[in-house]
């Protein structure tokens, strides 16, 4: 039998759209002992992580966990335990990820009204409003930090157009949470889910979930069961705050791991972390486009501090250029997706990995390799 190598995976400094750096403190509650999912002391750490959920999500909601799996096991659990066949919601769309909620509701059978903008662009609450008169839907789904554009939705006065028709408001903040504010009561957010690997600093694994008394209520007058099993946000909630009822074998890993990547958002406080991920985007901003780059969101107010979309210049080998940051830089940056494919670059400053030191290394190497003076 062949013995392969030693694992040795090559050090990158992770500017993408995610996963991001992880902080060596949760590196190193990665490497703390395994032990069972329903022992006392992982059931003592759960509790504690419910709380630094809350706290991070500035919500006063009961429901706070993190289901096993990656930001799409978020989305997939909210709109799957909200909603079920025959129910309609109304999908807010200008890039990827609300194209990917539209889709992924439709497998489930919920009948989906789309609302579409260009890539980069953001809703009124008018136009929100708007369509959702007409359709009567049972909830609303809308992106906050768009990664495949690198617009920041605005959230004030969603809630309540969502509420005045008597829907529910769900939003997908895997990319702003820890990174940009998140206010989850004060919008009236219903249902909220991220993920570990943007701005909170641990490995790809987990997805904060939240839900509001009304979204709980929804879920608990479902005609039938949802769909799925693993995702199931009533059976889950019975795990993580109700009997312990064994549900799954949650990674006490990753559990450690969530845990310590919030203890240090809150040690930073949220506010100092969100100012921290502001001041290195502008300047990453300054910094393009002093090397006479454009960013594809043109209004400061509306790009996403933790992820940045800048247009790719005209001659310029798009793939090529990612490829020797990586090389020859050890840098991970990301490829425009859809109908921005080829057109820009992504850089992310998620988390441990919105630094100074990153943007000006960053921006050295593009100097160097985009050849400006
Ligand atoms: C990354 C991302 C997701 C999906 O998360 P995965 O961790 O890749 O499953 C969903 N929505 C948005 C806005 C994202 O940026």
């Known amino acids: 039998m062949k013995v392969f190598d030693e694992l040795n995976p090559p050090a990158r400094l992770l500017l993408g759209p995610g996963p991001s750096p992880v902080h060596p ?7 703390a002992p395994v032990i069972g999912h329903l022992d006392p002391e992982l059931i003592r750490l759960l509790d504690e992580t419910r709380g630094l959920l809350r706290d991070v999500f500035r919500t ?6 993190a289901v ?3 930001g799409m096991a978020g989305m997939e659990s909210v709109l799957g335990s909200l909603l079920e066949p025959g129910d309609r919601l109304v999908v807010c769309a200008a890039g990827f990820f609300g194209q990917r909620m539209g889709e992924l509701a439709g497998r489930m059978g919920v009948a989906v009204t789309k609302v579409e903008k260009e890539w980069g662009e953001v809703f009124t609450p008018e136009e929100v409003d708007t369509a959702v008169a007409g359709a009567k839907p049972k909830a609303i789904a809308i992106v906050h930090a768009e990664t495949s554009t690198g617009a920041l939705q605005p959230m004030d006065g969603l809630g309540d157009v969502a509420h005045r028709h008597d829907a529910l408001l769900i939003v997908d903040c895997v990319t702003s949470l820890g990174g940009a504010p998140v206010l989850v009561d004060q919008w009236g957010v219903d249902a909220a889910y991220s993920g570990s690997q943007k701005c909170l600093g641990c490995p790809p694994g987990m997805a904060p979930v939240t839900l509001s008394p009304r979204a709980r209520q929804a879920m608990a007058a479902r005609s039938r069961p949802a769909h799925g099993w693993y995702l199931d946000l009533d059976l889950l909630e019975r795990y993580w705050g109700g009997d312990r009822a064994y549900h799954h074998t949650i990674s006490s890993t990753l559990v450690y791991a969530l845990r310590e990547g919030l203890r240090l958002v809150v040690e930073e406080g949220l506010e100092a972390r969100w100012e921290r991920h502001r001041t290195n985007a502008e300047m990453l901003w300054d910094g393009l486009e002093a090397l006479g780059l454009v960013l594809h969101v043109p209004d400061p107010e509306r790009r996403i501090p933790s992820l ?22 050890g840098i991970e940056i990301g490829a425009g997706l859809g109908p921005l494919k080829g057109k820009v670059w992504r850089i992310g400053l998620m988390g441990h990995g919105s630094q100074k030191a990153n943007v000006i290394l960053l921006l050295a190497a593009l100097v160097d390799l985009l050849k400006r003076p």
Request: a negative charge; zero cysteines.
């Open 308 to 329: 940045t979309t800048v247009h790719v210049p005209d001659g310029v080998d798009e793939a090529e250029v990612r490829g020797r940051l990586r090389d020859e830089y």
């Open 68 to 70: 096993s799996g990656t």
């Open 25 to 31: 403190r949760v590196m190193r509650a990665l490497a």
């Open 60 to 65: 006063s909601n009961d429901l706070a966990l």
